[in-house]
């Protein structure tokens, strides 16, 4: 018996590419079809090949990678978790925490934070009870990617808002600066640059990292006699 495949909500490529901020199109998997993904696509490595993905309405797309931005959003965390740990304030997650916002829209922050007095059960965050986190993040933060669109980000902002991300960080190794959003919006927005200290709002009061810690460089002096890069 022959079976229906399911229909996209997207006439052409070009729609979906514009859905997911015209990234580049290798980022985007071709199958399922566009449009078509679900969940339990993206938990397949069959499917993604075993890359980390994002869902957004249907559509599988690659997190843009690049060792700067994971060895930057690795430090930042742990910069949270220096102050996180000692009062036992909530969970953080790394790059691979899976957030649904909606049955098909997951996204993945560089790094996460959710306060154990958000949720009903804190149990929850320890061990979902399913693959992914079903409450919002109270902060997001995305390191940023060479191959990250501007269009990318500003609608992966707007999701955060609707969603409920209370603060939302935006690391920038380029310029060298974050710009923060409460809740997401646009209107409030503020950029700290090096000289700066980053605080952490409502989220995490008390919470001050200047901006430069993120982005001094932390390896020792090259000795005599090592070798350089090829």
């Known amino acids: 018996?022959?079976?229906?495949?399911?229909?996209?909500?997207?006439?052409?490529?070009?729609?979906?590419?514009?859905?997911v901020g015209d990234v580049p199109a290798a980022r985007v998997r071709?199958?399922?079809a566009p449009g078509t993904a679900t969940a339990?696509?993206?938990?397949?490595?069959?499917?993604t090949g075993g890359r980390g993905c994002e869902?957004?309405?249907g559509i599988l797309v690659e997190k843009d990678v690049g060792a700067r931005a994971e060895y930057l959003a690795y430090w930042i965390g742990r910069l949270i978790g220096r102050f996180v740990d000692p009062q036992n304030l909530g969970a953080l997650f790394g790059a691979q925490g899976p957030?649904?916002?909606?049955?098909?829209?997951v996204r993945m922050p560089d790094v996460s934070f959710i306060r154990w007095d958000s949720v009903d059960d804190p149990a929850d965050l320890e061990d979902p009870p399913g693959a992914f986190i079903d409450y919002p993040p109270d902060l997001a933060v995305e390191v940023f990617s060479p191959g990250n669109t501007p269009r990318e980000m500003a609608i992966k902002l707007q999701e955060y808002a609707r969603a409920g991300v209370k603060l939302v960080w935006y690391v920038d190794p380029e310029r060298r600066d974050v710009d923060v959003y409460p809740k997401g919006r646009?209107?409030?927005k503020k950029t700290f640059r090096e000289g700066d200290v980053l605080d952490g709002g409502a989220v995490l009061p008390g919470f001050a990292l200047p901006?430069?810690?993120?982005?001094?460089?932390?390896?020792?002096?090259?000795?005599?006699?090592?070798?350089?890069?090829k």
Request: charged fraction near 30%; avoid cysteine.
């Open 1 to 19: 018996m022959a079976t229906t495949a399911a229909k996209s909500k997207f006439r052409t490529f070009a729609d979906a590419l514009a859905r």
């Open 30 to 32: 071709l199958y399922p």
């Open 40 to 47: 339990n696509d993206l938990l397949d490595p069959a499917i």
């Open 55 to 57: 869902l957004v309405d």
């Open 99 to 105: 957030f649904r916002f909606k049955l098909d829209l």
């Open 186 to 188: 646009t209107k409030g």
């Open 211 to 229: 901006v430069a810690d993120i982005f001094k460089s932390r390896a020792p002096a090259k000795k005599p006699g090592r070798r350089g890069r």
